[in-house]
């Protein structure tokens, strides 16, 4: 690895609603949410962050 950034073309798409913190269970911006019961990661933001990110943006 050279430490080099990505092109534009080869990043990795984020999810909109990563751009807001999650209000439901406290991950920062940029993070991914986790349950809050077992502290493992979702495959996609809370619907409230979504939400709040849509909101955010409008």
């Known amino acids: ?3 080099a950034p990505r092109p534009a073309g ?3 798409n984020t999810h909109p609603g990563l751009a807001v913190p999650c209000s439901r269970c406290g991950a920062g ?3 991914p949410c ?3 019961a077992t502290g493992q990661r979702m495959p996609a933001p809370h619907p409230s962050r979504t939400d709040a990110a849509a909101e955010r943006a409008a």
């Open 1 to 3: 690895m050279t430490g």
């Open 10 to 12: 080869l990043r990795r």
């Open 29 to 31: 911006a940029g993070r």
């Open 34 to 36: 986790t349950v809050p």
